[in-house]
């Protein structure tokens, strides 16, 4: 009776230990809106994270100065080049876009080139919204310069794994 009592007391904390560890991941979206991004991301539960560094735009034009938006394109193609960066990244951990929940994004904006967010969101909605729904919370900034001055869009983010899946 002892042996079948620690049996069953065994099997139900395994149990629990497998319900306590999937991760419940709640998107909460901006009230009566349909801008593609969450007002909030609640992750509960048994997750890991990844923290992806600011990711910059690749060569776009090779014969271009590397010193110039030219040789890296305008701001959808860069959002779009950032973007892919980090789906390649996420893949090598076994992530999708879908596991971001958070977004920081650097836009340049000056005189001389000033903040173009219509054009970023054209390359962001490529990525979320429509059919990739799970929407992150997300603060774009407008920034003087970045490390390169072709450089017009720079992103970094957070994703997270489900433990249990």
Do not use: C, W
Request: net charge neutral; charged share 15%.
């Amino acid at each position: 009776m002892k042996l079948r009592s620690m049996v069953s007391l065994a099997a139900l904390t395994a149990a629990l230990h497998v319900n306590a560890a999937s991760a419940d991941v709640i998107r909460h979206p901006i009230p009566n809106s349909t801008f593609p991004i969450a007002q909030a991301v609640e992750v509960k539960g048994n997750v890991t994270t990844y923290y992806v560094s600011g990711q910059v735009p690749p060569v776009a034009d090779k014969g271009a100065d590397p010193q110039t938006a030219a040789a890296y394109g305008d701001v959808k193609a860069q959002t779009v080049g950032v973007l892919n960066r980090i789906k390649d990244i996420l893949g090598g951990f076994g992530l999708s876009m879908a596991d971001v929940v958070k977004m920081q994004v650097f836009l340049v904006h000056t005189q001389a080139a000033p903040m173009d967010f219509k054009a970023f969101m054209e390359g962001y909605t490529q990525f979320f919204g429509g059919s990739q729904p799970n929407l992150p919370a997300r603060s774009v900034v407008g920034i003087a310069s970045l490390a390169n001055p072709g450089f017009l869009v720079e992103i970094e983010v957070t994703a997270i794994k489900d433990e249990a899946k």
